[in-house]
């Protein structure tokens, strides 16, 4: 069965330092699709646009093996946009407009045949609106769960019903602490999983990931890039190539999880290399693979004392 993925699909406008671009492929539901659909397929994703969303975008996402048979399109309404504007440290931002549109009326109504997904990927959309999907599921298997401060501080006790039920959490060391109100993020973790999640992965930017589960802690290093151009819709790569490659592997056990954690990680690094979602669009899977190895090498030492 495929790996069905829940989230937003948008159009950005994002300016950096380096440029500018404009209604540009966007939302969680793309980045992870095309994230994961390197590891896997099909992909089976569930979104919602207007008419104004063109045949281009729509071309992309089926060429990378894409099930669009849960994306509905809404005849006279427009596509949820975003515009956001990065300062010269790429880790900050500024939203400059959001326009739900059609994404306001959201009711995510998964296809019959993909209720039986073992594998769910749930984007960072309202946590009401993931409780919905999991309400349709039969008996998923993997559940990774991704979500945001605005989540947290609006609707926490919703996001908090979402927790018990999946297996994986993936927020950022703010959101962490947030969510918890605990500065120690080894502290803040613990606290995580004792309201749901078996593994929690922490995204630290530029600074890399740590998973957290079986009494375990795994520290993942970030890419050394020389170029970032675009750091939109980078936690969702991460997401997507973590679910992905699990998905493909089907081994659950941690010591994939930490492999699934590098994938991510490569993923991400893609994806920031360019605006938009052209860093995910033309890999190969021996290109990524490649960058994987490289990963690898920067966590690897001999130890050779005698």
Partial sequence: ????????????????????????????????????????????????????????????????????????IVNGGKTFRWGGKYHYDLNVRDTLFTEL??????????????????????????????????????NP??????????????????????LKNVNVLIINDSEARLLTKEPNLIKAARMIQELGPEYLIIKKGEHGA???????????????????YDPTGAGDAFAGGFTGYLHKSRDLSFENLKRAVIYGSTMASFCVEQ????????????????????????SRFDDDRN
């Fill in 1 to 72: 069965m495929g790996l069905l993925i829940v989230g937003s699909v948008g159009l950005d406008t994002v300016e950096t330092p380096f440029d500018k671009v404009e209604n540009a492929l966007g939302g969680s539901a793309t980045y992870t699709s095309l994230a994961a659909s390197y590891f896997t397929a099909p992909i089976n994703f569930v979104g919602i646009v207007g008419e104004d969303f063109e045949q281009k975008h729509i071309n992309i996402l089926e060429e990378h093996d894409i099930n669009l048979d849960g994306l509905e």
């Fill in 210 to 228: 740590i998973l957290f589960g079986d009494n375990m802690v795994f520290s993942a290093p970030a890419y050394p890039l020389e170029n970032i």
């Fill in 275 to 298: 605006f938009s979602t052209k860093g995910l669009e033309d890999l190969s899977r021996l290109k990524i693979h490649d960058r994987f190895l490289e990963f690898m090498e920067l």
């Fill in 101 to 138: 549109n059609v994404f306001e009326h959201f009711d995510p109504k998964i296809p019959e045949k993909w209720t039986r997904n073992k594998f769910l990927l749930l984007g960072n959309i309202q946590p009401s609106l993931q409780m919905r999907v999991l309400k349709q599921m039969t």
């Fill in 141 to 162: 298997e993997f559940i990774v769960c991704d979500t945001m401060n605005l989540w947290i501080n609006t609707t926490r006790h919703e996001l908090l019903d979402v």
